[in-house]
T-cell receptor, first 115, second 113 residues
Framework: DGGITQSPKYLFRKEGQNVTLSCEQN?????MYWYRQDPGQGLRLIYY???????QKGDIAEGYSVSREKKESFPLTVTSAQKNPTAFYLC??????????????FGDGTRLSIL | DQQVKQNSPSLSVQEGRISILNCDYTNSMFDYFLWYKKYPAEGPTFLIS?????DKNEDGRFTVFLNKSAKHLSLHIVPSQPGDSAVYFC????????????FGPGTSLSVIP
């Protein structure tokens, strides 16, 4: 079955530690995204990538970094610079969006908590 | 500045009745709107969409209505079923070179058997 796999489902971070959230898709989608969800808020865009080896900052990129070395993979690193990292993180992918309207497909998320 | 608003955080409806979820937007550049449904501890799943050139789109029990002049859209679920209990996110998208999707805060729907 095609889909998006996020791992781990739960992750704990110590103070001053960087952690990396995995996102893999086998939908052959060009575009991939990372969102953050906090209670009572919508999904806020952290980073997105429309093509391999290229990515752009979203609305709340500070304290995060990404890479896109392969089409299938878009890992997100939450760095120690992110002072409030506790949240539910969602990865999504879609067919390339420029000039077209295609819905995004989401993974099941990673819940990150601070120890 | 919240570009997509869902002013009702929660809604309860009796099974078999109609559920109406509302959404308002401020960005006049949006030309495509989507509704997503989300169960706890899962990612959102795409439900239905509508282009700004239409005022209604129907898919089974789900209908989305768009009123461009009022910058308002609504999702109707008829008849409501207990399995529809979830959080529903409204989202808008523009048609510039990169079309970022902007999500609302969500409405939690409870369908009571």
């Amino acid at each position: 079955d095609g889909g998006i796999t996020q791992s781990p489902k739960y992750l704990f971070r110590k103070e001053g530690q960087n952690v990396t959230l995995s996102c893999e898709q086998n939908l052959n989608h060009d575009a991939m995204y990372w969102y953050r969800q906090d209670p009572g808020q919508g999904l806020r865009l952290i980073y997105y990538s429309q093509i391999v080896n290229d990515f752009q900052k979203g609305d709340i990129a500070e304290g995060y970094s990404v890479s896109r070395e392969k089409k299938e993979s878009f890992p997100l690193t939450v760095t120690s610079a992110q002072k409030n990292p506790t949240a539910f993180y969602l990865c999504a992918s879609s067919i390339k969006t420029k000039g077209s309207n295609q819905p995004q497909h989401f993974g099941d998320g990673t819940r990150l908590s601070i120890l | 500045d919240q570009q997509v608003k869902q002013n009702s955080p929660s809604l309860s409806v009796q099974e078999g009745r109609i559920s109406i979820l509302n959404c308002d937007y401020t960005n006049s550049m949006f030309d495509y709107f989507l509704w997503y449904k989300k169960y706890p501890a899962e990612g959102p799943t795409f439900l239905i969409s509508i282009s700004s050139i239409k005022d209604k789109n129907e898919d089974g029990r789900f209908t989305v209505f768009l009123n461009k002049s009022a910058k308002h859209l609504s999702l109707h679920i008829v008849p409501s079923q207990p399995g529809d209990s979830a959080v529903y996110f409204c989202a808008g998208k523009g048609k510039t070179s990169y079309d970022k999707v902007i999500f609302g805060p969500g409405t939690s729907l409870s369908v009571i058997p």
